[in-house]
């Protein structure tokens, strides 16, 4: 028997979000506009691995049955897979990458600087480490969603369609289900209501300055949290899994 | 990385006067730095200017064939360590070309001279990589090979370009062992882990042996590169080092290097070895690799998308510095 579930599923929810996005992100190296921001994705790629592998691993131990970082991620099928689907969503251009990080960074750091209280001691210090580097996620991809939405007629109607396209997977970041609402009562985790108000600030701000008009309120997707994703993930987990899955005895 | 341009004749241009020539060469026989605002031969100028160029193309041309692999590496940390050597390689083109532009040209005519195919990078690039050892094959091999060529590039007289190869190389054999390393993780493995390994060398040794350039007799010798101190040892000296460190790796690593020829000299303390397919390497400089195409399509095609990216930021920029003229 597990000793706590709830814990478990909740680092792995984090730990999916990391890893889904870093192989997005991945997915530019060699490739973008230029070789500054060739860097700067990788090296927000970086980041986001280093919490991958971290809760990975502590998930594999709260689990207590052998499970190392490597055989959570790549040794799981698309439904076992409980990232947001904002994350798995495709880098259709760089307007898409650019925004679909501004999204989740917004979220995420203050979800990272709120976690600095956790009860549970790895959280708490795993957080104190990713809200720096959450803040210059943010920094990053606002500087370009401002550039982009103030940039050229082009580039604002990118930005636009990106962002309008994008919305309705964040309503996903602010659930509450009985395994957060477990925790949140631990004070293990934070209820994500509670930084709703800061995520919009900053949203707000930044598309204000980038000329950009906050889309109507609407329908949200949701599903990611239970498994349920767009076809998108099918095809990032296949690269991603192909020799772990080949050589299933081999070590690396 | 990768400094094929050395091979190549030092650029000859118009006459100088003698007696600045004179004051120049002392300066270098002294082994003092030449700095961007020093006078320099145009020759020399010229010559640096080709040669770190095409460093820096080779350091970009570099990343496509290691990121081919950034998707599928077989685990977190094996990903985190490709992903930051490619982001090294970036950083060295970043450095190079901003050690070119000291010399008074712009990054934008040199990435221009690259994707119209005026300007080079290094042959190695032009070939594939097919199975994840060529990821660490391309860090022991092409790395390794890289380093014997740049060590010496640490004392060039030129001293951007020397200062740029400092860090650089430090970099450099941080990848070489991490290679290393992935390797030694692969022999102590399955028999196909194994395999992957001995495949990756068969292909990846001759290749990285011609990324020293032709053999000093049939090479168009450059002594002007030699007397300015940008060059300071052959082709066949470098290409020697290499071959002596490499072959006690390899028997480290338990792995087979794919020469019959390679036997040690007791009266040299050197191992002797073939020669690698000249023909294969003329042709792959010429545009006949089997990747040449395929690497230049990929280039231009992130330039070409990028171009409404670095518009808009410029756009930006132009705004920006309005508004700030204006209050």
Sequence with gaps: MMKDPALFTYCMRLADDSAILSQRLGEWCGHASHLEEDIALTNVALDLIGHARELYTYAGQIEGKGRDEDALCFHRVEREFTNLLLVEQPNDDFAYAIMRQFLFSAFMHPFWEAMMNSKDELLAGLAAKAEKEAAYHLRHSAEWVIRLGDGTEESHNRTNDALEFLWMYTGEMFECDDVVSSLVAKEVAIDPMSIKHLWDETVNSVLARANLERPAESWMQTGGRKGEHSEHLGHILSPMQYLQRSFPQAQW | ?327
């Design chain 2, 1 to 327: 990385m990768y400094t094929q341009a050395l091979n190549n004749p030092a650029v000859e241009t118009g006459i100088e006067d003698e007696e600045k020539l004179a004051a120049f060469q002392a300066r270098i026989d002294r082994e003092e730095k030449i700095e961007p605002n020093d006078w320099m031969p145009a020759a020399y100028r010229k010559t640096l200017v080709r040669q770190i160029s095409q460093h820096a193309h080779s350091e970009v041309v570099g990343m496509l064939p290691e990121g081919n692999w950034v998707t599928r590496a077989p685990s977190l940390k094996r990903k985190a360590i490709l992903l930051a050597k490619i982001q090294d390689e970036g950083g060295h083109g970043l450095y190079l070309y901003s050690a070119a532009e000291t010399l008074g040209v712009s990054r934008e005519e040199l990435v221009d001279q690259l994707l119209t195919g005026k300007a080079k990078y290094s042959s190695i690039f032009n070939y594939p990589t097919l199975n994840w050892a060529d990821v660490g094959a391309v860090g022991w091999l092409v790395d390794g090979a890289a380093i014997m060529n740049q060590i010496p590039l640490c004392r060039c007289s030129y001293g951007p370009y020397s200062r740029a190869m400092i860090r650089i190389c430090k970099e450099e054999s941080f990848h070489q062992r991490q290679g290393y390393d992935l390797l030694v993780a692969m022999m102590k493995g399955t028999a196909e882990q194994q395999e992957m390994v001995q495949d990756a060398v068969n292909r990846l040794w001759w290749p990285s042996l011609m990324m020293f350039g032709p053999s000093d007799k049939d090479s168009k010798h450059s002594a002007a590169s030699m007397k300015w101190k940008i060059k300071r040892f052959t082709n066949d000296e470098l290409r020697q080092k290499f071959v002596d460190a490499t072959v006690l790796q390899a028997k480290v690593l338990g792995i087979t290097l794919p020469d019959p020829d390679l036997k040690f000299n007791e009266e040299t303390g050197h191992w002797e070895h073939g020669q690698p397919d000249w023909d294969e390497f003329y042709n792959t400089i010429q545009g006949n690799g089997i990747c040449n195409k395929q690497r230049m399509k990929d280039r231009i095609k992130a330039h070409e998308n990028g171009a409404w990216v670095r518009e808009a930021a410029q756009a930006y920029a132009a705004k920006q510095a309005a508004k700030k003229s204006a209050a």
